[in-house]
């Protein structure tokens, strides 16, 4: 069994930050890519950034240059900073974390940002 625990989620106004990290537990082993993604109400779960084993990023257009993300494979964790927010950022955030061809997802941690 693996379970990803996420936290750091909350309202923030425009412009403000936030850093949200995803810790994977229980059987792990090899952890491959790590991924944030996000679902906004009424839209489709779209990918926001993505790490591999190797530390090599991916970014959605949408959040380039505002949004970091980073792993540290001791602590079976991946972050993802966010900056500069904006209104449009609001959604549930989701990590995923891929180990031996199975994808495990965390269970979502709701991001508001006001105006």
């Known amino acids: 069994q693996v379970q990803l625990v996420e936290s750091g989620g909350g309202l923030v106004q425009a412009g403000g930050s936030l850093r949200l990290s995803c810790a994977a537990s229980?059987?792990?082993?090899?952890?491959?890519?790590m991924g944030w993604y996000r679902q906004a109400p009424g839209k489709q779960r779209e990918l926001v950034a993505r790490?591999?084993?190797?530390?090599?990023?991916y970014y959605a257009d949408s959040v380039k240059g505002r949004f970091t993300i980073s792993r540290d494979n001791a602590k079976n964790t991946v972050y993802l900073q966010m900056n500069s927010l904006k209104p449009e950022d609001t959604a549930v955030y989701y990590c995923?974390?891929?180990?031996?061809?199975?994808?495990?997802w965390g269970q979502g941690t709701q991001v508001t940002v006001s105006s």
């Open positions: 229980g059987s792990i082993f090899s952890i491959n890519d």
């Open positions: 995923k974390m891929t180990m031996r061809g199975y994808m495990y």
């Open positions: 790490i591999s084993s190797g530390g090599s990023t």
